[in-house]
């Protein structure tokens, strides 16, 4: 694989048709251009702190840390960045780089709607045209944030193919890119896809661990015992982890979808029930059959329903640094309705994922260890299919 | 020289693309049959993939239809073998499969090249498989004698001399942007693509992705040294059904006949 790039472990790689070989290569030489260019980190350190309202709030959860008796819980407040979740982070370092390239065009995929959100955000503040491929199951589960886009003056396409969900609105936006390629920059929305993507969106993510590593030393002293987030494709995780790689003392876990359980066909926990293969750009772990066919998974939230996980993660996981545990729709519900009542914060269905599971490891620390969970996204999107889940219709 | 040198051995040469299984496996070997007896130089046999990212909605519905129908790798292998050693009519021809990384990837990629040539599968079509990426599988090939085709885009450029090179079997030049599917119109320079190419390797090169009337397949065969006719089949194929493999051989003459 000596010719091979974006390599994590044996993960990674760049395995799109020759029509894009060009397009990532640009990317990648503007990348290397650009992140290391001081007038571009302060043009984007502005936009994070002027625009999107960071730094975000590390918050001590005092109530839910009483409740559960043992370990001390920090959140880390990504729902309160402008469009209510992590996602604007990497958007605006990529819509930002694609401006700097001379594209006038963004496209993107988007599950539950936060990074179609969040692209339309940053493209409307740019001047550019925005075309967002979401699946068509999801623009009836996330009805709301399909005229948010549009209200943001994007274009929705539904993507009637396959399952219909965010492995589908992938698939046509890298099929897209392919036939506008000149003025088009593809604003992937996690750390997947084929190298630099993994790369660059762990990059504008890891303002997360950055921003809790000081703020958790200015608030405790120390750094903390875990970290913890939900992993889709993984941004929100990987942006979460990655400046405490290196601190091995601090367990690092992402919380996969389990959906209705890992014994089950109806879930989306790729690392608990995939194996490796070749897929959208990467080589990692996927959900897939004996022949490769891959897997129509399924979770509660259109956000973590995607069969595979960034390359990155998938060598944490072979390396044992970090660990990924399962956790079910019903767990996952529980959670964003204990984190609403509790601390009146609502959470986004996927960073309930990452609740559910500290609720359970939480009561068996010591009252001196230290959790924090990151809120990927607020959770207003959700309430209607939650009160679904429950058995009550209620209008949008 | 591979067998797939006899299909540009005489003349330009008329590749026609097949989605396996679609509607079904017995018409799929009738298909074949068809185009064999047709005026076929080399007949792609696509391996259908769950989500074929370089596809049209053509040939994405063909796929999807055969994996309803329960198709498998080995099934296609199965059929392919049945193919090469019949008793009263074996296929002669060059065959190629056309699928996706995962589906060699996940099968094992060493079983996988292995049984192409134990069954008399000369090539091998992976779209998503760019030239940084081949050598895991390239080494394989070699090793089966299998030929790993090497695909060149309009936005190619400065990469065509170094795929050129390294190419085997022969070159897919791809005509247009886009994924596949009918066009009316190619708008490429091939003539520029097909003179780079032949400047770096003696490795033939066909064009293929929107080629549908016996004109255009012409007017490629004529400026490189074959077309290659996929979405256009596959429409014939969702039209006729089980009955298609006297259309889509009607349609494959009238393709020879016009390159």
Known sequence: MSDSKGRFGVHGGQYIPETLMNAVIELEEAYNHYKD??????????????????????????????????????????????????????????????????????????????????????????????????????????????????????????????????????????????????????????????????????????????????????????????????????????????????????????????????????????????????????????????????????????????????PEHAWLHDTGRASYVPVTDEEAVNAFEYLSRTEGIIPAIESAHAVAHAMKIAPAYDKDKIIVITISGRGDKDCAAIARYRGEDIHE | MSKIADAFANGKAFIPFITCGDPDLATTKEIICSMAANGADLIELGIPFSDPTAEGPVIQNANLRALKQGVTTDKIFDMVRELRTDAVHPIRLPMVFMTYANVVFSYDAEKFIRTCREIGIDGLILPDLPFEEKGEFDAICEKYDVDLISLIAPTSENRVAMIAKKARGFIYIVSSLGVTGVRSEIKTDIPSLVKLVRENTSVPCAVGFGISTPAQAAKMAGISDGAIVGSAIIKLVAQYGKDAAGPVGEYVRKMKDAI
């Open chain 1, 37 to 310: 260019d001081p007038a571009f980190n302060k043009e984007l350190t502005d936009l994070f702190d002027e625009y999107a309202n960071r730094p975000s709030r590390l918050y001590y959860a005092e109530k839910m840390t009483k409740d559960l008796g043992g370990a001390k819980i920090y959140l880390k407040r990504e729902d309160l960045n402008h469009t209510g979740s992590h996602k604007i982070n990497n958007v605006l370092g990529q819509a930002l780089l694609a401006k700097k390239m001379g594209k006038t065009r963004l496209i993107a995929e988007t599950g539950a709607g936060q990074h179609g959100v969040a692209t339309a955000t940053a493209a409307a503040l740019l001047g550019m045209e925005c075309v967002v491929f979401m699946g068509e199951e999801d623009t009836k589960r996330q009805a709301l944030n399909v005229y948010r886009m549009q209200l943001l003056g994007a274009s929705v396409i539904p993507v009637t193919t396959g399952t219909a969900t965010l492995k589908d609105a992938v698939s046509e936006a890298m099929r897209e890119w392919t036939s506008r390629i000149d003025d088009t920059h593809y604003c992937l929305g996690s750390v997947m896809g084929p190298h630099p993507f993994p790369t660059i969106v762990r990059d504008f993510q890891a303002v997360i661990s950055r921003e809790i590593k000081q703020q958790i030393l200015e608030k405790e002293g120390r750094l903390p015992d875990i970290v913890m987030a939900c992993v889709g494709g993984g941004s929100n995780a990987m942006g979460t982890f990655y400046h405490f790689i290196e601190d091995k003392e601090v367990a690092l876990i992402g919380c996969e979808a389990a959906g209705r359980g890992i014994d089950t066909f109806e879930t989306a926990a790729t690392i608990n029930t995939g194996r490796l293969g070749i897929f959208h750009g990467m080589k990692s772990y996927f959900c897939q059959d004996k022949y490769g066919q891959i897997a129509p998974v399924y979770s509660i939230s259109a956000g973590l329903d995607y069969p595979g996980i960034g």
